[in-house]
């Protein structure tokens, strides 16, 4: 009798253990190490391996350095406060208005050199609650946020040239307390919490004139983590509308729900793709951890033959 190799010249081929999923979609979070202060409402940016998280809930100055293992504490802010923008990388950040405490809100912008902070030039609308900035110091967007003077959420954006800052076209649907991730030029504002329903799953993407709403996240939340650049691809996760550990990608186009964080919790969040992320502290209560995500890159697989 003929056998396959006789037929097509090569034998029966099998993997000697499952295959593992490729990409994004077989990432996982695993446990990172511990901040030193535990808190929420923190700016953070960076990579996996070179982040930096900055002030904080009880209106901490507290700044501290990531290197893949273990948090370093370093030079305080200037300006303690929690609730602000970040924008930036471990060397060269911007910490964005703020909350002060006390009914107190600040349109104080600070810049981080890797080793000091140093006041730079304000914004023109002081805000908190977690307004988002994106891209770099040198060319920064923010948008969200609550507004005492303007008595209301923020629906207004602001651009930074590297020397001043400039206000731009409005959101679409005003909100606070959302994500976002791209650059000043192109960029995604992610979720939030409005006046009324609350918690929206709302996506609007920037091409550096005005906002298009785009395709809605699956979980309504605010209070999210999530990467930083490109607008192209990204990650979402935790959160709270009530706390939750929903992970989500972004392909540009659609939202695909990923492995949970192994706890729910409103967070920050670093990371430069949607490979490779920090989940940073968060509430309730104040935490003082860090989950490390990270997809694989390359399917290997052991052949066999027989």
Not at 124 to 149: D, M
Not at 233 to 250: H, K, P, R
């Amino acid at each position: 009798m003929a056998t396959l190799k006789d037929i097509k010249g090569d034998q029966i081929r099998y993997l000697d253990q499952d295959p593992v999923v490729q990409g994004v979609a077989g990432g996982s979070w695993a446990s990172g190490g511990n901040l030193n202060t535990a808190k929420s409402a923190s700016g953070s940016t960076g990579s996996q391996t070179a982040a930096i998280t900055f002030g904080g809930d009880n209106s901490t100055a507290n700044t501290e350095l990531y290197n893949g293992t273990s948090w370093t504490e370093v030079n305080n802010l200037s300006t303690a406060r929690s609730s602000m923008g970040a924008a930036g990388s471990q060397t060269a950040s911007l910490a964005v208005a703020g909350y002060l405490g006390g009914g107190v809100v600040t349109n104080v912008v600070e810049s981080w050199d890797g080793t000091n902070w140093t006041s730079g030039t304000s914004i023109n609308t002081a805000r908190y609650i977690n307004e988002f900035s994106v891209g770099n110091p040198a060319a920064a967007l923010v948008f969200q946020g609550y507004s005492p003077s303007l008595g209301a959420i923020a629906t207004n954006v602001e651009q930074w040239n590297g020397s001043s800052w400039t206000e731009v076209a409005e959101f679409n649907t005003s909100r606070r307390v959302g994500g976002g991730f791209g650059t000043s030029t192109d960029a995604l504002a992610i979720t939030g919490l409005t006046p009324a329903p609350g918690a929206v799953a709302n996506v609007e993407s920037w091409n550096g004139s005005s906002w298009t709403e785009v395709a809605d996240v699956n979980n309504a939340r605010y209070a999210l983590g999530s990467t930083s650049t490109p607008s192209s691809t990204g990650l979402i996760f935790g959160g709270t509308d009530g706390a939750t550990n929903f992970t989500e990608s972004w392909d540009g186009t659609s939202w695909t729900e990923l492995n949970d964080m192994a706890t729910a919790r409103s967070t920050t969040g670093a990371g430069t793709s949607s490979g490779a992320a920090l989940a940073i502290g968060g509430y309730p209560p104040f935490s003082n951890l860090t989950e490390e995500w990270t997809a694989p890159d390359v399917v290997i697989n052991t052949l066999t033959t027989s």
